[in-house]
């Protein structure tokens, strides 16, 4: 098989009830150039005996892990497999739609300095899609957007260039936001390009990590701790001022959301999130009602 262009990852663990119907939609693309890697994390149901069913399509692979590695390392295992210029991560419980991945590569393919393209996106006034933006645009459209934050999309949304991938060494491994990280961290060193909406379903359902870490509000400001992060960086693309800025932003939305907690007496979970922000007890309803 020659090289391909695009290299589709799916990682996979417990995942009987959908991963057909992922790969299935794979398959059905319009678009032929890719090769598909399946890499199971040591699933304890019938995943791996129903993804070896289409083992007879030669752009399939499939691989299980001896050990179980967790989501992101198994991402990152699932990209050093990879042959393709192109990484396109779909979910074993997502969906891409027949014309997707011809889509995304036809509009993605000619910003060739830029490290993502994301899709999944509103229709915007200012410009059609596909359009490309600087780090600082990134960062702004992230930070001062609210319709269309980049750095929220999931690893559904986006395809990326293998090389630029490879560059910042993968995913850093940490639980539930090696995607919004790793956006931080691309955007901050490339360009990147926005995508227009209705090339891929992202499923919800009770299985997923994610629904276990929505239920939990003391880790709340878990993501806040990759802005705050990433935002006092020297990489950061932003002025001065708009660090500044962004930093009042997240500390105001901490602020509110500790006196929510109060007001509903929740007092326990309160206190759990006050000693996860950088705010003192005193400084809690000045913050919140701050102008940013």
Not at 5 to 34: C, G, P, W
Not at 165 to 178: H, I, P
Not at 183 to 209: C, K, M, S, T, Y
Request: proline share 6%; net charge positive; charged share 25%.
């Amino acid at each position: 098989m020659a090289t391909p262009l695009v290299s589709v990852l799916m990682t996979a663990y417990n995942r009987e009830k959908y991963i057909a119907e992922a790969i299935e939609s794979v398959l059905a693309s319009t678009f032929q150039d890719f090769e598909l890697i399946i890499v199971d994390d040591c699933s304890r149901d019938h995943t791996v005996e129903i993804v070896r069913r289409y083992t007879s399509d030669p752009r399939l692979q499939v691989h299980v892990n001896e050990k179980n590695l967790g989501d992101y390392p198994n991402r990152n295992r699932a990209a050093s497999l990879a042959k393709g210029q192109y990484l396109k991560y779909v979910d074993s419980d997502d969906y891409i739609y027949p014309r997707g991945l011809q889509i995304m590569v036809e509009m993605f393919g000619p910003f060739t300095q830029a490290a993502v393209g994301f899709c999944s996106f509103a229709q915007v006034s200012e410009r059609p899609y596909p359009f490309q933006l600087s780090p600082r645009e990134a960062y702004q459209y992230s930070y001062f957007n609210r319709t269309h934050s980049i750095f929220s999309r999931a690893s559904l949304s986006s395809i990326i260039r293998r090389d630029k991938f490879e560059a910042v060494g993968g995913f850093t491994g940490k639980r539930m936001v090696g995607d919004f990280e790793m956006w931080h961290i691309l955007a901050a060193r490339f360009p990147v390009v926005l995508l227009p909406d209705g090339i891929v379903w992202n499923r919800e359902h009770p299985a997923q990590e994610i629904q276990d870490f929505r239920n939990r509000p003391s880790d709340a400001f878990t993501y806040n701790r990759i802005s705050i992060d990433y935002l006092q960086r020297p990489e950061c693309p932003l002025l001065p001022d708009e660090r500044k800025r962004a930093l009042k932003m997240i500390r105001r939305g901490q602020a509110r959301r500790i006196l929510r907690e109060i007001a509903h007496c929740r007092g326990g979970t309160a206190r759990k999130l006050l000693a996860q922000s950088a705010l003192k007890p005193a400084q809690i309803v000045p913050t919140a009602f701050s102008r940013v």
